[in-house]
């Protein structure tokens, strides 16, 4: 059983590019959560979501950042404009259900932005 | 609001000696609570979780954290440190008390583990 795959793992952007990155959940999860890790700092949540829908995007910045997980495929964080405040560590989660279930991490996407 | 506090961000040990780092969270409801290990340009692995029952919860490479509900603790604790254990590890809560909220963890900012030969 594959785990959460991520891609790319590297992503370099110039300010005011969009970048797109992917996430596959482990088979059989439908639930998919995405946190951004900034350096020397801890993982903030950014968005959950589970197929076709966002149940919470309370960590999501209210501009430029979206994400979707669509019926068919990986789910997409997508980021328009960056700037180089963007440039983070992007980890995608999956579970199989919510809370008390464990999150399983994909090995994430470095987005350096120039 | 949930939040998780790590107290210490370095934590340097020998090897083979004892380590604890330090978990406490602050909720109105007592969390779901995962301690994960991230080693350098990876993603997290989880060590262990507490859900519901037995409050001394046992994990892989040795690793063990105990639940204390009266001081809103969630330790991490391995008796004996191996170089292999060097890496940076989050603790982090679930939301146990329902709503919209109810799937996102709540990480603290981490603690990096030095283990010296």
């Known amino acids: 059983n594959a785990g959460v795959m991520q891609n790319p793992r590297h992503l370099v952007r110039r300010r005011g590019q969009e970048a797109r990155l992917r996430c596959s959940p482990m088979?059989?999860?439908?639930?998919v959560y995405w946190y951004r890790q900034l350096p020397e700092e801890g993982l903030k949540f950014m968005v959950y979501l589970q197929k076709e829908n966002i149940i919470d995007e309370s960590g999501m910045p209210k501009e430029r950042f979206s994400a979707e997980f669509p019926k068919e495929g990986p789910s997409i964080l997508r980021i328009q404009q960056v700037v180089r405040g963007d440039s983070a560590a992007y980890f995608c989660a999956s579970s199989p259900g919510t809370s008390r279930n464990e999150q399983y991490f994909g090995p994430g996407t470095r987005l350096t932005v120039t | 609001a949930q939040s998780v506090t790590q107290l210490g961000s370095h934590v340097s040990v020998s090897e083979g000696a004892l380590v604890l780092l330090r978990c406490n969270y602050s909720?109105?409801?007592?969390?779901?609570l995962f301690w994960y290990v991230q080693y350098p340009n990876q993603g997290l692995q989880l060590l262990l979780k507490y859900t519901t029952g037995a409050t001394l919860v046992k994990g892989i490479n040795g690793f063990e954290a105990e639940f204390k509900k009266s001081e809103t603790s969630f330790h991490l604790t391995k008796p004996s440190a191996h170089m292999s254990d060097a890496a940076e590890y989050f603790c982090?809560?679930?939301?146990?008390?329902?709503?919209?909220?109810?799937?996102?963890?709540?990480f603290g900012q981490g603690t990096i583990l030095t283990v010296h030969p």
């Open positions: 909720s109105s409801v007592p969390p779901y």
């Open positions: 088979k059989g999860h439908s639930h």
């Open positions: 982090a809560a679930g939301n146990n008390a329902g709503g919209t909220s109810y799937g996102k963890l709540t």
